[in-house]
Antibody, heavy 127, light 107 residues
Framework: EVHLLVSGGGLVQPGGSLRLSCAASGFTFSSYAMNWVRQAPGKGLEWVSTISGSGGSTYYADSVKGRFTISRDNSKNTLYLQMNSLRAEDTAVYYC????????????????????WGQGTLVTVSS | DIQMTQSPSSLSASVGDSVTIACRASQSISSHLNWYQQKPGKAPKVLIYAASSLQSGVPSRFSGSRSGTDFTLTISSLQPEDFATYYCQQSYITPYTFGQGTKLEIK
């Protein structure tokens, strides 16, 4: 059974740093891209970042580019999100999500979706 | 960035009703559109991927369709456990934008 356990959230002052972790089990971690998605209190979902299975490709939302870094350690089956220069607007529940892909068109086209999610961890940026 | 516009933002319905939630993309995304259900305090759960493919384990009363850049999620014969918030998401290109959500409430 796939399991994603998110940890590392908490209260941090503006300008501070925090590192989130997402420990994965139940699947071949290195074979799947992984994502971070966040949700501010009472608000909708916001995609934050994606990393390829090998870790060689990363993508970021403009709102976090240059401040957040996604990484993974495939030997430890763990995904990370290093968050620096935190702002009040970064306050949110952060989820990690495993990316599945529907492959079609003789393998030339794929359609990603997030098939498994961690439980989320709350990050509060406040003085 | 691709904007995803969901409607309505909220919806009241009764058990047994059929409801439709709409999502429009600001540009072509082919069929790279996913639907998620989220209950309070819980992580989202995928219902439909690639516009119309039903995720394993999801009841068949959930269905998705596409017409150009317009997508719909239909829930037929609502059950008590279906009252939740629903989000569409485009996965055509990063940033993988979500719609603003539709809260489905019991009438």
């Amino acid at each position: 059974e796939v399991h994603l356990l998110v940890s590392g959230g908490g209260l941090v002052q503006p300008g501070g740093s925090l590192r989130l972790s997402c420990a994965a089990s139940g699947f071949t971690f290195s074979s799947y891209a992984m994502n971070w998605v966040r949700q501010a209190p009472g608000k909708g979902l916001e995609w934050v970042s994606t990393i390829s299975g090998s870790g060689g490709s990363t993508y970021y939302a403009d709102s976090v580019k240059g401040r957040f870094t996604i990484s993974r350690d495939n030997s430890k089956n763990t995904l990370y999100l290093q968050m620096n220069s935190l702002r009040a607007e970064d306050t949110a529940v952060y989820y990690c999500a495993k990316e599945q892909r529907l492959v079609y068109g003789s393998g030339s086209v794929f359609s990603p979706y997030f098939d498994k999610w961690g439980q989320g961890t709350l990050v509060t940026v406040s003085s | 960035d691709i904007q995803m516009t969901q409607s309505p933002s909220s919806l009241s319905a009764s058990v047994g009703d059929s409801v439709t939630i709409a999502c429009r993309a600001s540009q072509s995304i082919s069929s790279h559109l996913n639907w998620y259900q989220q209950k309070p305090g819980k992580a989202p759960k995928v219902l439909i991927y690639a516009a119309s493919s039903l995720q394993s384990g999801v009841p068949s009363r959930f269905s998705g369709s596409r017409s150009g850049t317009d997508f719909t999620l239909t829930i037929s014969s609502l059950q008590p456990e279906d009252f939740a918030t629903y989000y569409c998401q485009q996965s055509y290109i990063t940033p993988y934008t979500f719609g603003q959500g539709t809260k489905l409430e019991i009438k």
